[in-house]
């Protein structure tokens, strides 16, 4: 499974989408057979082949066919069982054996010899990156191998539980990096090669290769490494440094580190995943300076969840959700209070803004990211259903009922379910109905405040009112700030039925009345609480794009590339000269290029300062060619929004529109020379959970 890494408010460019990672250490086979691999693969760039020998030690439960999976892009050159030439048939990646009985029981030696060419294209500049696989599976190049476990670059044993000693031998200084234990890397004659060891039986194994210079550090008999190309080998001081630091962090929280080591290892194209003990993140996504703080210490929370312990995906994947949150999270919180409010009221933004009713599905549903609304679900509503997880059972039985977790199940599948018992038995007492209502449901409260008021009286002042919520109805507990003359009061109250009055006492003279002021409750946000932002656009179900006249003919394809990029789908572009009323009303509205028609400038913000060849923003001027504005916006006169790409010359415009979708949380952003200089985010306006009163108590 693939485990698509973090937004951009975190990566940026590539990693602003979420590295994405393939998990997975096996269960027993369902026949309890086991089968150890010695394998030996050469690789040639030259001709994107690979050449395998595997010698598969295998035990048998019971005697039988034997049932293997192989790529259909893999040669057959021969089989033996017991050293002897064996007939099999190989149909569409099947590859079948029917050895006589005498061979089948108990134990058995079978070679395959086989030649595979793999040589998916890898996007060295993709358009649009919200599922980070980019559909390669298998690519062998001159630039670097990439190999993902599933596809079928080595003979895998149906229905049983695998290991391996591995040995891969390539051109030059090509060093092979995989799952388990370095053993070596030797130069023997004009190829280098790599040994691994596999102690644990892995679902699969994945492969990278490259010309890597390897760095090493040791944590409590732990080797940390990185794997980088001679252009980026100055950063691995860094990443060592970071890496030692977190494993340490996260096995005092968790428990200890389930693998030999952990491994930084560079790739070749922009894309990043996670496998069990290590990974692999694409130069571009390295160099960026944040993200030894913020994508590494996710990948390195991975080997606990998902790759230490793995996901029953029958029952949905929890461990995006739970990686998230106790990792990026967690570092939030650790920073600030303020920083980790921010982090809840953006997650609770980007689902309102990305997951529609009809597209919401419940978290028992989610498998793995391949989109913004997968993502929305997957990562952002199940961190908020951890934390609200976190304060129904308390602080303490939260995290060692994590570590019971992890204790019990780790290298097995586990689900929803389990993690629910575990949770219960650290609180005491039934967890159900939480569980049923965030996890079996899709969908999220929706919340407003009505007939609020407050009375003064000889003791103080009475603040009345009643909290409203639409149907389907939930059971939640939120809080109620007021902010008062002599500081805050603050009452929880739960709500179940669609109307729940209250009643708040104070000393001194209310000011402002808020409901879940720090975003601890996961909920749908109301429009007035979500100002217009990149992400808006993303989750837009129609809109109708303007090309500027002055955009000439570099227009439409500007046009084009900033659809594929946001993935905006369906679209309709017209020209500015057709641009009607009509046009503007029903569906959100992007200009790309200023235009000139009355029309369509006065639906842009008139507080703007931008003419056609120069813009400010936040008071800072942009002149050059090389900068461009993008700005989204509330429509004046409906709840659309109305969006601006202001490139000042064509040049710029293309690498704008790729640059854009990865500034989801923001809604205005100006670039220079491809490098953002401004961002932000307009304030939201009056709040359906909020109500102010003036100094005479009129709200």
């Not at 499974?1 to 989408?17: I, N, P, Q, T, Y």
Request: charge should be neutral; aromatic fraction near 10%; charged fraction near 20%.
């Amino acid at each position: 499974m693939r485990r698509k890494l973090m937004a951009l408010s975190r990566l940026a460019l590539f990693s602003l989408v979420a590295l994405s990672g393939v998990h997975g250490i096996a269960g027993a086979g369902a026949m309890g057979a086991t089968a150890h691999h010695d394998l030996g693969i050469s690789l040639f760039p030259e001709r994107a082949e690979l050449e395998g020998r595997d010698r598969i030690h295998l035990r048998q439960a019971q005697s039988g066919p034997i049932s293997l999976t192989l790529s259909p892009r893999a040669r057959i050159q021969a089989v033996r069982i017991d050293g002897h030439d064996h007939p099999y048939s190989f149909n569409r990646g099947r590859l079948s054996l029917n050895p006589d009985r005498k061979q089948s029981m108990p134990n058995l030696d079978l070679t395959i010899h086989y030649i595979g060419r793999f040589a998916d294209p890898a996007p060295l500049r993709p358009v649009n990156t919200d599922n980070p696989g980019f559909g390669v599976s298998a690519t062998i190049s001159a630039a670097g191998t990439f190999i993902l476990s599933g596809a079928g670059w080595y003979p895998r044993v149906n229905d049983a539980e695998e290991s391996f000693a591995l040995t891969v031998d390539g051109p030059d200084d090509t060093v092979a990096v995989t799952t388990g234990r370095l053993l070596g890397i030797d130069r023997q004659g004009q190829r280098t090669v790599s040994r691994w060891h596999i102690d644990h039986p892995v679902a699969g194994l994945s492969l990278s290769a490259g010309p890597y210079g390897v760095e090493r550090r040791m944590l409590n008999g732990i080797t940390v490494a990185t794997y980088f190309f001679p252009d980026n080998r100055h950063l691995s001081a860094r990443y060592l440094e970071s890496s030692l630091r977190y494993l340490k962090q996260y096995s005092d929280l968790f428990g200890p580190y389930p693998f030999d080591g952990f491994a930084v290892v560079e790739n070749f194209f922009p894309t990043g995943y996670g496998f069990p003990g290590y990974t692999l993140m694409g130069s571009m996504v390295l160099r960026l300076p944040f993200i030894p703080e913020t994508s590494l210490p996710h990948e390195i929370v991975h080997n606990w969840w998902g790759n230490g312990v793995l996901v029953d995906y029958e029952s949905g994947n929890w461990c995006e959700g739970l990686t998230a949150y106790t990792a990026d999270y967690l570092i939030k919180e650790q920073a600030s209070a303020h920083a980790a409010m921010d982090y809840r009221r953006q997650a609770l933004r980007n689902y309102a803004a990305l997951v529609s009713p009809a597209t919401d599905f419940p978290l028992s549903q989610f498998r793995s990211r391949s989109d913004p609304v997968t993502k929305a679900v997957g990562y952002d509503k199940a961190t908020m259903v951890f934390h609200m997880l976190r304060g129904q059972v308390g602080e303490d039985s939260f995290w060692a009922a994590l570590r019971d977790f992890y204790r019990q199940f780790r290298f097995k599948r586990a689900s929803w379910k389990d993690l629910q018992q575990h949770m219960e038995q650290r609180a005491g007492r039934s967890l159900d109905g939480f569980f049923r209502q965030w996890i079996d449901r899709q969908g999220a409260p929706q919340i407003r405040l009505e007939n609020v008021r407050q009375v003064a009286g000889s003791q103080g002042y009475q603040t009345i009112g009643r909290l409203v919520q639409d149907k389907p109805l939930y059971d939640v507990t939120l809080e109620l700030s007021l902010d008062t003359d002599g500081g805050p009061v603050t009452q929880p109250v739960r709500l179940s039925d669609q109307f729940t009055e209250f009643e708040i006492t104070s000393p001194s003279r209310p000011r402002s009345l808020t409901a879940d002021p720090d975003y601890h409750l996961f909920r749908r946000l109301a429009l007035q609480e979500m100002p217009p932002t990149v992400n808006t656009l993303k989750g837009s179900a129609s809109v109708v794009m303007v090309i500027a006249d002055r955009m000439g003919p570099f227009g439409p394809p500007v046009a084009t590339q900033f659809a594929r990029a946001m993935g905006i789908d369906p679209v309709r572009t017209i020209r500015e000269t057709d641009f009607t009323r009509a046009d503007a009303s029903g569906s959100d509205l992007v200009f790309i290029g200023l235009p000139d028609n009355p029309l369509a400038l006065r639906l842009l913000p008139q507080e703007l300062d931008l003419v056609p060849k120069a813009f400010k923003l936040e008071g800072q001027p942009f002149e050059g060619p090389a900068d461009a504005l993008f700005i989204v916006a509330r429509h004046p006169r409906s709840q659309t929004v109305v969006a601006l790409l202001h490139p000042l010359s064509a040049d710029t415009a293309d690498l704008a529109a790729l640059k854009i979708p990865h500034y989801g949380r923001y809604s205005y952003l100006a670039f220079s020379q491809g490098h953002n200089r401004v961002k932000g985010t307009w304030p939201a306006a009056d709040s359906p959970v909020m109500v102010r009163w003036d100094p005479a108590g009129t709200p």
